[in-house]
């Protein structure tokens, strides 16, 4: 299975590098994008290939996987189009992008997969949802799988749901991330040292999620395990209410959603 790449950024990146830690053949990899220096040193350092145009990196390969930003989506599908034949597949992780809005550029009738992957990904941790028109087999399914596999967990979704997922697992990161920030910083607050407070944050973060996939654990259940009856967790869970905690995490997930829906 050939793999052509178009666009080396974080996310392109990351994958490239996921699919070779994998087990995928360095040699099975091309790539291509507007920035000549960063691909002919990611190729020196990883052994992949770079073409010279997206229309012969396309010809060379099996799965063409777009990782530009949704504003150059459609330059891009123009500049492939004279050599996407039937038999290829297009996998695209822009934003917003519909299965339909790809297939008006390159062909109705052509296998294509819309992915959202996640930052996490960057170090093999990441979330990526997958949808598929009608044309992309079993076989073609499982073949994009294996590589965001490389780079996390896998789920298959609905397409009308990707806006959805976009809101959550996609812009997720942000949120965590300022939440991690937000619980150092009452440890600062309370006297501990920034380095150490963050560590404690993340640490906590990183486990508790463990705990949620690993247990199949609902989250309220173990959040109750947590909380002892008149303790401190108790206490601190109330005031989170109090705040509005769970209602602003909802009203985050479901602001980004209508954003991609806008796209």
């Known amino acids: 299975m050939k793999l052509g790449v178009i666009g080396v950024g974080n996310m392109g990146g990351a994958i490239i590098r996921g699919c070779i830690t994998g087990g995928f053949d360095p040699a099975d990899i091309t790539v291509c994008g507007h920035h000549p220096d960063q691909l002919k040193e990611m190729a020196d350092k990883l052994g992949i290939s770079v073409s010279a145009s997206a229309e012969s990196l396309t010809a060379a390969s099996d799965i063409i996987l777009i990782a530009v930003k949704p504003a150059n989506v459609a330059e891009v599908l123009y500049d492939i189009e004279p050599a996407f034949t039937e038999k290829k597949i297009l996998v695209s992780i822009a934003a917003g992008r519909t299965i339909e809005s790809l297939a008006a550029s390159c062909g109705t ?7 959202m992957p996640n930052t996490p990904a960057l170090v093999g941790s990441g979330m990526t949802a997958l949808s598929r028109s009608e044309y ?3 076989d073609d399914y499982r073949a994009v799988e294996s590589i965001f596999s490389c780079i996390g967990l896998v789920q298959e979704v609905p397409e009308h749901l990707m806006d959805a ?61 947590v909380c002892s009856p008149g303790g401190t967790t108790i206490e601190a869970v109330r005031e989170l209410e109090a705040c509005g905690f769970r209602s602003a995490v909802i009203e985050a997930v479901t602001a980004a959603c209508e954003k991609s829906r806008e796209l």
């Open 109 to 115: 009738a052509r296998r294509i997969v819309r992915a």
């Open 165 to 225: 997922v976009t809101g959550l697992s996609g812009s997720g990161p942000a949120y965590v991330y300022m939440f991690i920030e937000a619980l150092a910083d009452g440890g600062v607050l309370n006297g501990l040292p920034r380095k150490q407070a963050v560590e404690l944050a993340a640490q906590t973060v990183l486990g508790s999620a463990r705990m949620v996939l690993e247990t199949g654990g609902h989250p309220g259940e173990l959040k109750d395990a």
């Open 136 to 138: 992309v087999t079993d």
